[in-house]
């Protein structure tokens, strides 16, 4: 088990999650630099923030 950087819950990896899920762990590896340290929740919730900043960046 690892401990989630963001909301400090305890999480297994495994990559079962949603789209959310990976989109969130491509921003990880390309944009943040904490692959692996982000809970699928929290991957998911800030994944679903960039695309909302990132569509409103674009209009
Ligand atoms: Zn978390």
Redesign the pocket.
């Known amino acids: 088990m690892k401990t989630?950087?963001?909301?400090?819950?305890e999480?297994s990896e495994d990559s079962s999650g949603s789209v959310f899920v990976e989109a969130g762990e491509w921003l990880s590896e390309e944009l943040w630099l904490d692959a692996g340290e982000?809970?699928q929740?929290?991957?998911e919730n800030r994944a679903k923030l960039a695309m909302m900043y990132l569509h409103e960046y674009n209009t």
């Not at 989630?4 to 819950?9: A, L, N």
């Open positions: 989630c950087h963001i909301c400090k819950k999480f982000l809970c929740q929290c991957l």
